[in-house]
């Protein structure tokens, strides 16, 4: 079965960090672009970050650019989102997704979703 799953998110004040990561299962994501969004309640899911498939190009939103770094571990075949100096705007249930485009950051343009880990960030 094919699936991405989400970990790592959590409980965090302002101003602290999280590292989330992204796996997946049933296949590898070395040959996918990988890409992060978020959605709040009452909003739509927004696009947050995105990485391409050599890792050395990478694109964010610029509500997190400077705070936020995507990577990708192709030995532990994992896609990671650390978001430093978090404020209470970026509470939201975070997703990872894969595209097999060259670069993608609309939603339509990914095709497998994981399930979503929550982000809260509050004093």
């Known amino acids: 079965q094919v699936q991405l799953v989400e970990s790592g998110g959590g409980l965090v004040q302002p101003g602290g960090s999280l590292r989330l990561s992204c796996a997946a299962s049933g296949f590898t994501l070395d040959t996918y672009i990988i890409g992060w969004f978020r959605q709040a309640p009452g909003k739509e899911r927004e696009f947050v970050a995105v990485?391409?498939?050599?890792?050395?190009?990478?694109y964010y939103a610029t509500s997190v650019s400077g705070r936020f770094t995507i990577s990708r571990d192709y030995a532990k075949d994992t896609v990671y989102l650390q978001m430093d100096m978090l404020k209470p705007e970026d509470t939201a249930v975070y997703y990872c997704?894969?595209?097999?485009?060259?670069?993608?950051?609309?939603?339509?343009?990914?095709?497998?979703w994981g399930q979503g880990t929550q982000v809260t960030v509050s004093p």
């Open positions: 997704a894969d595209s097999l485009l060259g670069v993608a950051t609309r939603v339509g343009e990914f095709d497998y």
């Open positions: 990485i391409s498939v050599s890792g050395r190009t990478t």
